[in-house]
């Protein structure tokens, strides 16, 4: 009788634990980045409304997704980094609660959009995006007025 109740203590103790452990797994890896996991180069901008392309190729603007965080970052230093949670439906790629990224000085919450994320190809404070391909190191997002291509770094 005792060998059974004691049976019934660790089981009880083991049950919820295993809950617990395998709940916090699928929260750490719900709506990780996926194939979108990594560096990429912004090489182009095609300004769908004005008809016009903007080689970026030569300049050194990257988006780095990594679990559910997206860093904007020009690796030069002459523009300001900015950071996004994003989240991934289908082929819907919803950036929200941008951030001025600024460890010296403490991240800062943008409230209104700041012309400076032009140069990283986002146009609105808290944009949205289908993404049209991302494969063999290319990807390729639209956000109905501009058309965002980058290569994997």
Same mark, same amino acid.
């Given at each position: 009788?005792?060998?059974?109740?004691?049976?019934?203590?660790?089981?009880?103790?083991?049950? =919820?634990?295993?809950?617990? *452990?395998?709940?916090? !797994?699928?929260?750490?890896?719900?709506?990780?980045?996926?194939?979108?996991?990594?560096? #990429?180069?912004? &090489?182009?901008?095609?300004?769908?409304?004005?008809?016009?392309?903007?080689?970026?190729?030569? $300049?050194?603007?990257? #988006?780095?997704?990594?679990?559910? *965080?997206?860093?904007?970052?020009? $690796?030069?230093?002459?523009?300001?980094?900015?950071?996004?949670?994003?989240?991934?439906?289908?082929?819907?790629?919803?950036?929200?609660?941008?951030?001025?990224?600024?460890?010296?000085?403490?991240?800062? =919450?943008?409230? &209104?959009?700041?012309? %400076?994320?032009?140069?990283?190809?986002?146009?609105?404070?808290?944009? %949205?995006?289908?993404?049209?391909?991302?494969? $063999?190191?290319?990807? &390729?997002?639209?956000?109905?007025?501009?058309?965002? !291509?980058?290569?994997?770094?």
């Amino acid at each position: 009788m005792n060998q059974k109740m004691n049976r019934t203590k660790v089981l009880s103790f083991v049950f =919820p634990l295993l809950a617990l *452990l395998f709940s916090s !797994c699928s929260l750490e890896t719900d709506n990780d980045a996926g194939r979108l996991e990594g560096m #990429w180069h912004l &090489v182009r901008i095609d300004d769908m409304t004005a008809g016009t392309t903007e080689d970026m190729s030569s $300049k050194t603007v990257f #988006w780095s997704f990594q679990a559910r *965080l997206l860093q904007l970052e020009e $690796k030069k230093g002459t523009h300001s980094s900015y950071l996004y949670r994003f989240s991934i439906d289908g082929d819907r790629l919803t950036l929200s609660s941008p951030y001025l990224y600024d460890r010296e000085n403490g991240d800062r =919450p943008l409230s &209104v959009y700041e012309p %400076a994320l032009a140069f990283f190809g986002i146009r609105t404070l808290v944009p %949205a995006f289908r993404i049209e391909r991302v494969r $063999k190191g290319e990807m &390729v997002l639209n956000d109905g007025s501009a058309r965002l !291509c980058f290569d994997k770094f």
